[in-house]
């Protein structure tokens, strides 16, 4: 199984440690899936010419994610700043969103992209990779989207984007079973075939057309960090059911890594001063 994230990379700035670290829900899923057992993967994004951006590639690098596409502009890469609650979960207290050059540019796909893309197997990226515009000319591969909180959508949204998907995940710490088996109806209905949300502390829920399926987190040790654990979960997923079909297989292997994650600062290490 080959995996793809297209569209979101930062580096999460934290400023207690004067630490930044890799991050970005594309870049985290890429990552996390070669981890846990894709054969490759691959980041197509655009990073900037700072030192931020310089340690997002090397880190690339050293996780032997392809990046061959990725494009380099002039000016900031994306960052988030932010803290840690006494329980380990991360705060996002600030953001450059508006001068970085992810949000000043925009990612526009050329055919040697699709080419690219096309040796994958899996196409993944998110409501913060701006790919709305891109996502009809990659339906033809099993695209995933993660929607983030109920905060980043709503039912137009879920209209506009879920026709072209095969895996739709969502955050929902504050839903309800009821609303998460009606959020699956709502998904399944406009052509998603399986989706999931990932609860925090509690058991994730995941369907299948339909038929549903519930994983607790995995037993771990000390939670230091939370930050990426949803996004370690995607792409251990994504690498184990894609290639197996096995859900419970795929739901056990995925709240693994999501608490292996929440062992260690940042969505996959690599603190670097700033």
Known sequence: MKLIGIGDNVVDYYQDQGLMYPGGNALNVAVAGRRNGAEAS????????????????SCL?????????????????????????GDGDRIFIGTNRGTRVQSLLT???????????????VVHTSVNSDMEHELH?????????????????????????CPYLTYAFFSGSDMSPGQ??????????LGVRVAGVTRGAEPAMFSVNGVVYKQPP?????????????DSFIGAFLASYHEHRDMNEALLRASRSAALTCGHYGAFGYGKKK
Do not use: C
Request: proline share 2%; net charge negative.
């Open 107 to 121: 990612l526009r796909l050329t055919q040697d992209d699709l080419d690219y893309i096309n040796e994958f197997d």
């Open 42 to 57: 691959a980041y197509l994004g655009i990073v900037g010419d700072d030192a931020a951006s310089e340690h997002v590639v």
């Open 218 to 230: 995995a037993a771990g040790g000390v939670i230091v960090d939370t930050m990426g654990a949803g």
């Open 137 to 161: 000319r990659l339906a033809h591969k099993a695209l995933s989207f993660d929607f983030s909180t109920p905060k980043s959508w709503d039912a137009a949204y879920l209209r506009q984007i």
């Open 61 to 85: 690098r050293e996780e032997g994610i392809d990046h061959a596409r990725l494009r380099r502009a002039y000016g900031p890469n994306g960052e988030a700043v932010v803290a840690l609650s």
């Open 180 to 189: 998460i088996r009606y959020l699956f109806e709502e998904v399944h209905r």
